[in-house]
């Protein structure tokens, strides 16, 4: 009943969101900012009695091996946090790590040695919303068995409410820019 509640709010919360988003024609990218951060404090207290049944934790990194797709308001975001929280040892180690990693089979730029998250208070929405209920054998590389992996309607409405807040700080308001992850950051984090 609780976790019923839960999805609810975040849909009435997301949607108040997505409407009010419709009715501006334009985010300025500070704005853009503080909405993208208040969409995912929604998101993480309505998927917070979800993720307790997970199979997914600190160090289980094997989702880390997949390629994702980012809006640029969230490599903005991510930009933002590199610059402003990490060290210039941290940023040049990073943007070496985006020049090596450009095969596909790399690992995410952002996936520490130690198989952590070095973004992971600004990660984006792909990540927030992964989850695996699945024995954690199943998601190592190699494995023959598919992972349990959760979707449901909640995650849908969240993508698109960070792709229209990225058409209206980035675009024209109708499309939000989107590609991979690390493509964003070839030219580095300044």
Known sequence: KRNIKAFINLN????KIRFSAD???KFNIENALNVLQASYNL???AIDPIVKFTSCEKGCS???????DITD?????IRRYIVDSCSEDVVRYLDNKVRENLKKDSCCVFLSDDDECIIYKVRPIKCRTHFVFSHPKDCKKGETNEPL???GAIINVAQKVVEKISALSYGNGREASIKSLKQW??????
């Open 12 to 15: 009435n919360s997301l949607d």
């Open 23 to 25: 009715k501006l024609e």
């Open 43 to 45: 998101l993480e207290k």
């Open 62 to 68: 094997a989702c880390c091996y997949r390629d994702i």
């Open 73 to 77: 308001i969230e490599a903005e975001y």
């Open 149 to 151: 992996i959760y979707s």
């Open 185 to 190: 950051f070839l030219k580095g984090f300044e």
